[in-house]
Structures are given as structure tokens and as C-alpha cells.
């Protein structure tokens, strides 16, 4: 149910010059610079918030997460990091990898131009990401820990008790303004930093994302043959069920997903994203009126027949493959799956040149203002590990490198490559990647630290308006899970099977082979089976992130 994008749940894609969602980019020229507030985490820990100066975005970003655009690459790209720093240093750092091994140091041109602007090593242990946890857990156990850790969200059972025994509290090098001596990292909204505060602590550098994973995705030209070419202006649930039955027909579906590709009508029926807090107390959206509601209404859309038979058990290539042929008219999947290479943006009219792919904007089932999920805020955020200050502070410029922002000389060196070696400029300024480029540049620099997305693409310019546009209307909208920055034992140990039998329970429901009692019997058992449990650890973890307490859950 949830759609909370970590490592595992990320997508990489690399192809250089093509339309992508980039990390590190600028902010520069925004409008509104006031930054989203967690309920949980404590404003005076957040580092302040000040955009790079230097380079202008053909599509300004906001301090709410909406990514800056490019439709070229910037021509005179700027120095963000003035000169060497690490005075013949070495730091180190432990982090996931997902494609093979990149080229040698001693052969690789790139890595060694990056080391040379550092002015010292950085000594990465690259693991792949089937392997992350069981390394990361060897290497914690060895208690030789580098000083960069990537924390996945998944590895470590008892994240506050480590954080407090071995990791860093970043609080008095990087709250508020002190956080202006690394200008990179104080480019980094403060959104994103907050599932990086532990108990009131800020405990790490966050790698951000894109903030939502978005509704979906539409053949806008069905749509528009059909009367709406904007979704968002849909004015009820009974309107979009007489709007899916005129989708409908001739082998065609209005929709069509993994497991009925709930989370554009949790939108829509304003589910709460995971949890919601009501008068101080916890509550599940399995428990909220609002999610019985919009799991109802799917079970209508189904019995209607505008749902594509057998379509909740499709894996992600035949929900594509069905959305690319025409087959469906609607699906779900994260508003990456637009802009990539070989994204809908591309695939869908090269199926049929009349067919267009748009993102889904939501509506209001019963009026009023539209919701979504904020499920992509970070892929995951690094610890430090503990040091003397001099050491810390070393690492944090390192840190603040790796955070170059899109259009500066450091991000291109880092995702680029060398001039010559690893790629050549084209007539516009855009690099384009030499045989050599793929292995030289996949030194995973950006999992350690980066700065903002940026949207860029020479090719297609009308796609970039297109994400630049769908996430200006999704982020406003956006409402965030406020045990994102929490750990709870029980849900570390059991959530993911209490969540599938909750996905069982409810996919047996809108297929018609179980009743509503029986749904709702389920979401009971999900109470006593462990989620009051979860509830609990998570409202205990609560109240001490809130008052910087160092209590940790018991195991």
C-alpha cells in the first residue's frame, strides 16, 4: 500500500542525453523559499536553506522540491567547490552500486580528475544492492566503520541505538546557518533533510529525490477523445465512473494495474499516506473511513468492468506492455517511468504516433481540494560516522563536493566523465558519452551524497514541461507519512507480512470473492497480529524525536 521509494524501490537510469531526472540540481532563481515542515522534527536542528547562485534553470525549482528544468546542459558551467581541500587526506564510505564495478582507479580518468579537484582519496566500498545489508551488518559488527555509511532504511535493526552509539550528530556543524560553510549542502532544501533527524538529532546527508511518486499515468489522447484533457478538473468519483465506462470497449480498458493500482484512488478518496495523526494518537489509513471508502469505489469500478480482467496479477512489464499498446487507458507507476529512457513519453507514441502519455493528476472524489503522497522524498540518507571535529568537518567538504549541483564543473566531472575520455560537447553544449563513459562514471559518488533533481533533456523539451508541470501541481498537494522518520521493531520484523496479508485480504475484496466484513475483519486482525504493536513503538519513537529525547524502542 505503501509507495515509499528507498534503495530497493529505485529505479537508475543513466543514459546520458536523454530526458531524465537528474540529482544535484540548482535551485537558483526559485520563487518561494519557504521549505516543508515535519510535524516530528524540530525546525532548529534543519540546516537553513540557501540556493546556489550561478546558473539560472530554463524551469525554476521551488523550496517545496519542484526540480529545476534544463533543455540544454549549461554552456559555461561554474566551479562550485573553489579549490583541493583534503590536503592529501583520506575519507572513506560504504554505499550500494547497481550496476557492474566501474573502472579501475588507476585506469579511470574521471575518477581520477575527481580525486584531484578533492585534493586527497576517497576510498568507496561498492556492494550491490542484493548484498548491501548483509555487508553493511559484517562491517558493523568488525566495528571498523568508515565515515560515510549508507543508511538504506532497511539494514539496521536498531537505527536509533546506532546512530546514538556510533554516528555523528551533524546538529552542531549544520543546523541552521552554520550549515552556509558548505554551500552545496545548504543548497538542499530543508525538506529533504528532515527523515535525516533522529531523536531530535540530525543524524546524516540526505540523497534527495523527486518528493512524490505521483499518481500515474493517462493515454491523454483517450482522454481528450473522451471530453477531459485535464484530469484534475474531474468533478467526482461518479463522474470518473461514467468517464471509465466511455474508455471502455473493444478489448479496451479505462484501467489497468498490479494489484488494482490502488494509490491514484488512495488519492483521490484523500487516504492518509501510511499513517495519520488525530488528537495526538496514531491512526493506519486501514483504519480511517476514508480508505474503506476508496477501496469501495474500486470494488465498483471492477463490478462495472472498467478494470482489464486478470490485471491484478500482471507483473511491470505486462501493466506496461498493456498501457503501451492502448490496451488500458490508466495505470500506476512512479512519474520516473515518464522521463526515463525508453519512458511512456517516448514508448507510447512509438507504438502509435496518435497515442500521448500525460501524469495523472488527481481530483476530489467529493469536491474540493485534490491530495497525494509525498512517498519520494529521499532514496536514502548517509551517516557519519564519529570523529573529532577537524575529521568531521573534512568529511562534510567531501560531502559538500558530492553535492554539486547540476550545471556546476563537479557535477558534470562526477556524472559526465572527463572532456575527451568520456564524452564530447555537442553544438548546444550537451555532453554525449563516449564507449568509455558508462564504466568511468559509474564510481557511485551520488550514493553517498547529492544535491537536488534537476529535469534535463536536449531531445525532449516538451516532456521536460510536461514533469516540470506535474510536479508543480503534485508537491503542493502532497501530504507525508509522519512515521517516515521513525523505526518501529515490530514493523522491521513483521510489517512486510502483515502488509501482504492486508493487500490479500483487500484484492480478494474487490475481486468479489470476499465481503466487506470480511475486509474489515482483516484490517482487525492486522491490529492484534501487530500493528497496535507497531502503533505503539512508533507513537513511543514519536514523542522522542519530538522532545530530543535518547530513549530508544525496545527490541
Keep these: 500500500m505503501s509507495t515509499q521509494t528507498t534503495r530497493r524501490t529505485f529505479l537508475s537510469y543513466t543514459a546520458l542525453g536523454a530526458l531524465a531526472v ?13 521549505a516543508l515542515k515535519a510535524s516530528s522534527v524540530s525546525t532548529s536542528v534543519l540546516p537553513s536553506y540557501t540556493p546556489v547562485k550561478g546558473l539560472t534553470a530554463d524551469l525554476a525549482a521551488t523550496a517545496e522540491g519542484v526540480p529545476a528544468a534544463f533543455f540544454n546542459y549549461p554552456k559555461n558551467p561554474f566551479r562550485s567547490v573553489a579549490s583541493p581541500f583534503m590536503k592529501g587526506k583520506t575519507v572513506t564510505g560504504i554505499t550500494n552500486i547497481f550496476g557492474p564495478p566501474p573502472t579501475d582507479r588507476s585506469s579511470n580518468p574521471a575518477w581520477q580528475a575527481i580525486e584531484k579537484r578533492l585534493g586527497g582519496t576517497v576510498d568507496i566500498t561498492s556492494v ?16 571498523n566503520l568508515p565515515d560515510l555509511i549508507l543508511n538504506d532504511a532497511t539494514a539496521i535493526p536498531n537505527i536509533i541505538g546506532f546512530l546514538e552509539s556510533s554516528c555523528q550528530d551533524l546538529t552542531p556543524f549544520l543546523a541552521g546557518d552554520k550549515v552556509k560553510a558548505y554551500p552545496n549542502l545548504a543548497n538542499i532544501p530543508q525538506a529533504f533533510w528532515e527523515p535525516t533527524v533522529q531523536n531530535g538529532k540530525l543524524y546524516g546527508v540526505p540523497i534527495p529525490r523527486s518528493m512524490t511518486g505521483g499518481s500515474g499515468f493517462i493515454n491523454q489522447t483517450y482522454f481528450t477523445k473522451a471530453g477531459v484533457s485535464d484530469t484534475s478538473k474531474i468533478a467526482s468519483a461518479d463522474d470518473y465512473l461514467t468517464l471509465a465506462k466511455q474508455l471502455t470497449g473493444a478489448n479496451q480498458w479505462a484501467f489497468g494495474s498490479t494489484n488494482f493500482g490502488l494509490v491514484p484512488f488512495m488519492h483521490i478518496f484523500h487516504v492518509p499516506f501510511n499513517w495519520t495523526e488525530k488528537n495526538g494518537k496514531l491512526v493506519k489509513n486501514y483504519e480511517t473511513a476514508e480508505w474503506i471508502e476508496a477501496i469501495s469505489y474500486v470494488q465498483k469500478l471492477y463490478a462495472a468492468g472498467v478494470i ?40 507510447l507514441p512509438a507504438a502509435n504516433p496518435d497515442n500521448q502519455a500525460a501524469p495523472f493528476i488527481p481530483f476530489s472524489a467529493n469536491g474540493g481540494k485534490a491530495m497525494t503522497w509525498l512517498d519520494n522524498i529521499d532514496f536514502a540518507w548517509t551517516m557519519v560516522k564519529k570523529g573529532s571535529s577537524d575529521h568531521i568537518k573534512l568529511v562534510l567538504q567531501v560531502a559538500n563536493f558530492l553535492a554539486a549541483p547540476f550545471g556546476s564543473e563537479e557535477y558534470l566531472l562526477m556524472n559526465y566523465g572527463v572532456e575527451g575520455a568520456d564524452y564530447k560537447l555537442d553544438s548546444a553544449g550537451n555532453p554525449i558519452a563516449t564507449d568509455q563513459a558508462a564504466l568511468d562514471t559509474a564510481v557511485p559518488w551520488k550514493y553517498l551524497a547529492a544535491g537536488p533533481n534537476a529535469l534535463y533533456s536536449p531531445q525532449f523539451p516538451d516532456a521536460i514541461k510536461t514533469l516540470h508541470s506535474a510536479y508543480s501541481k503534485l508537491i503542493p498537494i502532497g501530504v507525508a507519512d509522519p512515521t517516515a522518520n521513525l523505526f518501529s521493531p515490530t514493523n522491521a520484523q513483521k510489517g ?9 485480504a483487500t484484492n480478494n475484496y474487490i475481486a468479489g470473492r470476499s465481503s466487506l466484513a470480511q475486509l474489515k475483519s482483516a484490517v482487525s486482525d492486522w491490529k492484534s497480529g501487530g500493528g497496535d504493536q507497531i502503533r505503539s513503538e512508533y507513537q513511543k519513537a514519536m514523542k522522542g524525536s519530538k522532545s530530543g529525547s535518547t530513549a530508544t524502542p525496545s527490541s
Design 496 to 504: 512486510l507480512t502483515l502488509s501482504q496479508a492486508m493487500t490479500d
Design 308 to 347: 482489464a480482467p486478470g490485471s491484478e496479477g500482471w507483473t511491470k512489464s505486462q501493466m506496461s506492455n498493456a498501457f503501451i499498446s492502448g490496451k488500458v487507458a490508466q495505470i500506476y507507476d512512479g512519474l520516473p517511468a515518464y522521463g526515463k529512457p525508453g519512458g511512456y513519453q517516448q514508448t
Design 128 to 143: 550491490s544492492s542484493s548484498d548491501y545489508d548483509t555487508k553493511l551488518n559484517t562491517v558493523i559488527a568488525g566495528g
Design 22 to 34: 537528474v540529482t544535484g540540481g540548482s535551485l537558483a532563481g526559485c520563487g518561494s523559499q519557504t
